[in-house]
């Protein structure tokens, strides 16, 4: 319980601090560029989204810092973000929603496939010390993630979108679809999705396969992979359920742990496909200087990737009872 | 004297390293060119890489050896010229950030206590926030972000993972007999530290380089080439931007955007092969094991 009781107060510390370092950011920036958009927006805006923007931004001038950093939280809490700069008049959170279900599809379920095909082959060439997989894996896949995530998505662009034909181009579905729980949209987003997916899944697969060896042929060497050997268990039951077990546990950490750097790769990996999930969005407002947008959708990021972080320590928890008896 | 000696100690000990494992040494060679490039573009550049006065979009060719851009400038001379940043960046973000993941992950575990907790809390909390998110924030804010710029906030981001590891390991290196010994002899804790504690830490301290360089890399090349660095330099992730906004893929100029993206790729594997044989120096379990028993057999 204890374990847990330390997780979910890490998991507020880091929380208020990226809520903190979001609040700071563009009053720290030099010549505050938000400034000029606030103009634009005088007038137009409901006074209850101005007011959140004025708080989140710095821009009104009677407002104490402290003042602001309360309402801004506040308003945060309730999720009102202010107003879209690019998407005017729609509200921050609205313009977010949109993008969030891409993102949760592409992202999350290429991240955690890979995370599962990553470690079951880390435990197998390890298990197979020296044999065929674990000579050749292992040296591959450190080469290829030291490939920049987006140029390895410009590279299948170039391969099997523009010169095998395979796969769409760009984009989540097809311009001339209408979204609609219809079996040929669906198959159309699929479709879609399998290049980004491929590259997410290469490219961050190598890290995951290396922890996982890594952990299992430490766990190898234990006396108790030994003493089931001696017993005349089958080979694939010590693999899996003696050894792979064991060695998950660290492996969970460090999806925990490297995370934000797998989403890091995606946000690059949906702005190479012009794929509409939060990344594409993000790097989009940046480039329409769509200042609360971008802020929001780093907060909502970070969020998201804390959240995951908690989930593997639930399941660390779960997993491994030392966390539970450990007083 | 003693100082050259053990420099030539430390010299033969690499090459014999080298010699040994094959991923470090194919790695420290193309580092090594990698760097002469770096430093010394000119004697490589058959053209300035920024005129544009060539036929715009010619394929290979014994003058253009990779073709030239929509632009009318030498593919060629632009990946050899944009070489410096990219290797730059590397090792000055890998310094940097080493430098304060030593002194965050060694002073946590050797004073411990509360400074301990405050220290690890930090580096979780920098650790888990995810990074590259924060730098494009940033440098949306500062426009077109300068060389150092990039650096700083490289540095800024970057230093959390080495800071935790190196923790780890001085604090399982903190009660040794060996430093409770130096400790009893009345040593100042830099003594201790600087002299008793880090060269134990040598290899890790080096792989930690390595990962922050390599994270440098690909971070920087991904800000430049969504235009978040200055745009009007010459660098691998810059060339990517220009390619990427002329559609060199689809209009038959696809060596314009893969060749800096190769390069790129040549400089991450290098550090990453450099790193994994590193691993394993400090940790002998990971070490490749030669079959043996199989040879015995057969």
Avoid: C
Wanted: charge should be positive; charged fraction near 10%; proline fraction near 5%.
């Amino acid at each position: 319980m204890r374990f847990l009781v330390r997780r979910v107060g890490f998991l507020l510390v880091a929380l208020w601090a990226a809520l903190t370092v979001n609040f700071f950011i563009p009053r720290l920036m030099p010549g505050n560029p938000a400034q000029a958009m606030m103009a634009q927006f005088r007038g137009h805006v409901n006074p209850s989204a101005l007011g959140a923007l004025e708080a989140a931004f710095g821009v009104n001038t009677h407002q104490s810092l402290l003042s602001a950093y309360v309402s801004y939280v506040g308003n945060t809490f309730q999720g009102n973000f202010g107003i879209s700069t690019s998407y005017f008049p729609l509200p921050v959170s609205s313009v977010i929603m949109r993008a969030l279900p891409w993102s949760i599809g592409l992202v999350g379920l290429s991240t955690v496939l890979g995370f599962i095909i990553g470690t079951a082959i880390g435990a197998i060439s390890a298990w197979r010390r020296g044999g065929l997989l674990d000579s050749a894996l292992p040296p591959v896949f450190i080469i290829i993630s030291a490939f920049p995530y987006f140029w390895v998505g410009l590279l299948s662009i170039w391969f099997f979108a523009l010169t095998l034909n395979w796969f769409p181009l760009l984009g989540g579905y097809s311009e001339t679809a209408t979204p609609a729980w219809t079996w040929s949209f669906v198959g159309d987003v699929l479709i879609h999705a399998v290049l980004p997916a491929f590259t997410i899944l290469i490219t961050s697969i190598g890290g995951w396969i290396l922890t996982m060896r890594n952990n299992m042929i430490t766990v190898v060497a234990e006396d108790y992979v030994k003493m089931a050997r001696a017993k005349g268990l089958k080979p694939r039951r010590i693999l899996w359920h003696y050894a792979g077990r064991n060695a998950l546990l660290p492996n969970l950490t460090g999806f925990a742990m490297s995370l934000g750097f797998v989403i890091s790769g995606a946000i690059l990996v949906e702005y190479v496909f012009n794929y509409p999930g939060l990344g594409f969005m993000l790097l989009q407002a940046v480039q329409s200087e769509d200042y609360p947008l971008m802020q929001s959708l780093f907060l909502l990021i970070t969020v998201a990737v804390l959240f995951a972080i908690f989930l593997s320590d639930v399941a660390t928890a779960i997993l491994d009872p030392r966390t539970r008896s450990s007083t | 004297m003693n100082i050259l000696l053990s420099v030539g100690r430390a010299l033969r000990r690499g090459a014999a390293f080298l010699r040994r494992d094959k991923k470090a040494a194919a790695g420290s060679i193309i580092l090594f060119i990698l760097l002469v490039i770096a430093i010394f573009p000119n004697w490589f550049t058959p053209h300035d890489p920024a005129a544009e006065v060539f036929t715009p979009g010619v394929g290979l060719s014994w003058s253009h050896p990779l073709g030239t851009t929509s632009f009318g400038q030498d593919v060629f001379s632009q990946l050899i010229a944009g070489t410096r940043q990219s290797v730059f960046i590397a090792l000055i973000v890998g310094l940097f950030s080493t430098v304060i993941s030593v002194i965050v992950g060694v002073s946590a575990a050797y004073i411990g206590g509360w400074l301990d907790d405050l220290l690890s809390m930090l580096t979780d909390v920098v650790l888990v926030i995810p990074t590259f998110p924060l730098i494009i924030v940033i440098t949306a804010y500062l426009k077109n972000a300068s060389f150092w710029l990039m650096v700083g906030v490289l540095v800024f981001t970057g230093w959390s993972y080495g800071a935790r590891q190196l923790r780890v390991q001085a604090l399982s290196l903190r009660n040794r007999d060996y430093l409770l010994a130096a400790r009893a002899r009345g040593e100042s804790s830099w003594y201790v530290i600087v002299v008793e504690l880090l060269p134990p830490m040598t290899s890790l301290i080096v792989a930690n380089f390595l990962g922050a360089a390599l994270y440098a890399v690909l971070a920087s090349a991904g800000l430049q080439f969504v235009g978040l660095g200055n745009i009007n330099t010459e660098s691998w992730g810059t060339m990517l931007y220009w390619a990427q906004n002329n559609e060199a893929l689809a209009t038959g100029l696809p060596l314009w955007a893969l060749a800096p993206g190769i390069a790129i790729a040549v400089l991450g594997s290098a550090l990453a092969l450099l790193n994994y044989a590193f691993d394993e120096v400090a940790n002998p379990a990971l070490r490749p094991v030669t079959r043996r028993r199989a040879k015995a057999v057969a």
